[in-house]
């Protein structure tokens, strides 16, 4: 992998090399560290398509001045349902590997996007360059071309079903009469098409996405191939401003995702929880923690709020397909965004260049069976972007991928800084565990004082249902964060699970 190009005023973490040299391009003309986020987010778009998408949404944590706030741009339910015989909604089996799972594609598994409209909200509140700046990098890399990364071409392998569910698409990303597969590592994908619809995008406005001519490209694939959208719904749409949940660990102060999501109020919890614990054994605390919070949320999951005191949503959790980016700079400015487009719902918007999400094709999303979700209504995630700061001052940003594991991957980098007292990179890279339904997945290597034999006999004999992971996995997320430490140090580490760039 090439060098990357360094930033002496801020740190940068992302889930791709191109990703994170968007951001540092931008902060070495002067941006913020949002405008730095948002250049980096555009260029996932380009470079992490599975992921990133300008139909989908996501989350941001903003600190500034010690204050946090927190913007959700995360999809909405459409507001009105077709009937089920009149919508396009079709399975396809990814294959993992090991194992295959069911996804469901189609213009009838699409919520509403909210992808464009937060970024704009995100530059009008926090920006300093002009927005077509920050989308430069990604305008030029998708007119110009990238090369597929290792983990993307891993991606494309999994989800090929969905990237190659309507010809246009499938041409995109690699099949051709001789090729019947995806693009493979090191492939170069160019997309014109959506280097001319960003370049409009940012001239533009985020009203073209709502009220213009993208929003009605959108409402025009939904109402002729059986979707649910509608123009109305991408006019209705707002970003919404919240006020983040707080936990504390050690001397760290955090602030992540409230409800209506879930992720946020887990995290808060299951730190609550580790820190009241007496158990000195860090493993065994750690995983009775986890197994706590996740056995509560699991017997009643419409009270999850309770946790924190708040309303929280039960059901219709979207969490798969997730990307994160992670910015903090000398001054105690800290963002964290995570978002996410599903896999995509097969279908290229026409001339656009790219997929609107899949987040109503998600069984997880929908536990009462498919179709079962409320109309105009904000849809839950785990994804559980966090700034935070301590006591003597400095700034965190992190966050991950990784779906129903975000928020023990998130818990575990942050107990790793404010509890074990690791260095970032450490921090990021330490074995994991995940618990749920009582049952311990861990990353079985041993590392010197961080987890030995003594910490995996505990373990094993606490959780009799078990099972080893012989090295670290991106089963157990992706986690990409960036530090000013209160000494006034920047750290900057991405996860190697999942191909991260940390850039400082």
């Excluded at 204050?67 to 459409?78: G, H, I, R, S």
């Excluded at 995100?122 to 990604?138: F, I, N, S, T």
């Amino acid at each position: 992998m090439a060098a990357r190009k360094r930033t002496s005023r801020a740190a940068v973490a992302a889930g791709h090399a191109l990703t994170a040299d968007a951001a540092v391009q931008v902060l070495g003309e002067g941006g913020s560290v949002v405008d730095a986020a948002i250049a980096a987010l555009w260029m996932a778009c380009v470079c992490e398509p599975v992921l990133a998408s300008p139909g989908g949404g996501g989350f941001a944590a903003i600190l500034g001045r010690r204050k946090a706030e927190f913007l959700d741009f995360f999809v909405d339910a459409p507001g009105v349902k077709r009937r089920e015989s009149d919508i396009e909604f079709e399975e396809v089996h990814a294959d993992f590997g090991t194992t295959t799972q069911g996804f469901h594609v189609g213009a009838g598994a699409s919520a509403v996007p909210g992808f464009v409209p937060g970024l704009f909200e995100l530059h009008e509140r926090y920006g300093r360059l002009p927005m077509r700046v920050l989308a430069e990098p990604a305008i030029a890399a998708a007119r110009d071309g990238v090369s597929i990364s290792p983990f993307q071409a891993k991606l494309f392998g999994v989800v090929a079903p969905i990237l190659t569910f309507r010809p246009d698409a499938a041409k995109l990303f690699g099949q051709t009469e001789e090729h019947q597969g995806v693009h493979a590592a090191g492939a170069a994908m160019k997309n014109p098409d959506l280097a001319d619809a960003l370049d409009t995008i940012t001239r533009e406005g985020s009203r073209i996405a709502t009220h213009g001519e993208i929003a009605g490209l959108m409402a025009q694939q939904s109402e002729i191939h059986g979707g649910h959208l509608r123009r109305v719904d991408m006019e209705s749409y707002r970003v919404e401003k919240r006020r983040p949940v707080e936990a504390k660990l050690g001397p760290l102060t955090v602030w992540t995702n409230p409800p209506p999501a879930l992720g946020g109020a887990l995290i808060s919890a299951m730190c609550r929880k580790l820190t009241e614990t007496s158990d000195r054994r860090y493993w065994l605390a750690l995983a009775r923690a986890v197994d706590s919070v996740d056995c509560f949320w699991r017997e009643s999951p419409q009270d999850a709020g309770r946790l924190i005191g708040e309303p929280a949503s039960g059901g219709h959790v979207a969490q798969r397909g997730t990307t994160h980016v992670s910015v903090a700079d000398m001054d105690g400015n800290a963002v964290a965004i995570t978002v996410s487009n599903g896999e995509g719902n097969g279908r290229l918007v026409p001339g656009c260049g790219f997929m609107i999400n899949n987040m109503l094709g998600e069984e997880d999303v929908n536990p009462r069976g498919f179709h079962a979700w409320e109309p105009g209504e904000r849809l839950s995630s785990m994804m559980s972007p966090c700034v935070g700061s301590w006591r003597d001052g400095g700034a965190l940003a992190l966050g991950s991928g990784g779906s129903n594991r975000i928020r023990t991957a998130v818990l575990q980098v942050l107990a790793n800084i404010a509890l074990r007292g690791l260095p970032l990179a450490d921090a990021v890279a330490a074995p994991r565990l995940h618990i749920e339904r009582g049952f311990l997945d861990f990353e079985d290597v041993l590392v010197d004082e961080l987890f030995d034999e003594d910490d995996r006999s505990a373990l094993v004999q606490a959780f009799e249902e078990h099972r080893a992971w012989p090295e670290p996995s991106l089963y157990f997320g992706g986690v990409h964060a960036a530090m000013l430490t209160p000494r006034g140090a920047l750290e900057a580490a991405g996860d190697h699970r999942r191909e991260g760039t940390g850039v400082t």
